[in-house]
C-alpha cells in the first residue's frame, strides 16, 4: 500500500511523458542524452527488450544488443527517465514469456525473435 500523495505526485510527473506502448521482445531504439564536459549529444542504443520491471516512476526496461566481436551489452533504462530523448518501436516480437534472460546463453540464428504479424 503507498501513500496517497506519493501516488498523486508521481501521476502528475507521468501525464507530461509521451512513452509508447511497448513490452519484452521488441525491438527498440532509444535516443539517450550524454553529457560529456560542457556539451550534451543524443545517442541512440537499438536492441532488443528483454524485460520490464516496476511500476510508476520507478518502471525501468532491459535492452540487450549485440556489440562489438558478438559481445552481448545490456543497459537498464529507467522509463520515465530526464535523459531518455525519445524511444522508438521498430519491431514487434512474438514471444509467449514476460523476462527473455535465456537469449543471453543463445547465439547467432538461434537468438532471432520472430515479427509480430497483424492482420
Same mark, same amino acid.
Given at each position: 500500500m503507498r501513500n496517497k500523495y506519493i501516488e498523486s505526485f508521481e501521476k502528475a510527473q507521468l501525464e507530461n511523458r509521451n512513452v509508447p506502448e511497448? @513490452?519484452? #521482445?521488441?525491438? !527498440? &531504439?532509444?535516443?539517450? @542524452?550524454?553529457k560529456e564536459g560542457a556539451k550534451t549529444r543524443v545517442q541512440n542504443y537499438e536492441g532488443l527488450c528483454i524485460a520490464i520491471r516496476g511500476q510508476g516512476t520507478g518502471r525501468t526496461f532491459m535492452v540487450r544488443k549485440? #556489440?562489438?566481436? /558478438?559481445? #552481448?551489452?545490456? &543497459?537498464?533504462?529507467? !522509463?520515465? /527517465?530526464? /535523459?531518455?530523448? /525519445?524511444?522508438?518501436? !521498430? @519491431?514487434? #516480437? &512474438?514471444?509467449r514469456r514476460a523476462k527473455l534472460f535465456y537469449l543471453r546463453e543463445l547465439k547467432g540464428k538461434a537468438a532471432r525473435i520472430k515479427e509480430l504479424r497483424r492482420k
Open positions: 511497448f @513490452r519484452a #521482445g521488441d525491438t !527498440l &531504439r532509444v535516443a539517450v @542524452r550524454i549485440m #556489440g562489438a566481436n /558478438s559481445v #552481448g551489452v545490456e &543497459r537498464i533504462f529507467p !522509463l520515465y /527517465s530526464e /535523459s531518455i530523448e /525519445s524511444i522508438e518501436v !521498430l @519491431r514487434k #516480437g &512474438r514471444i
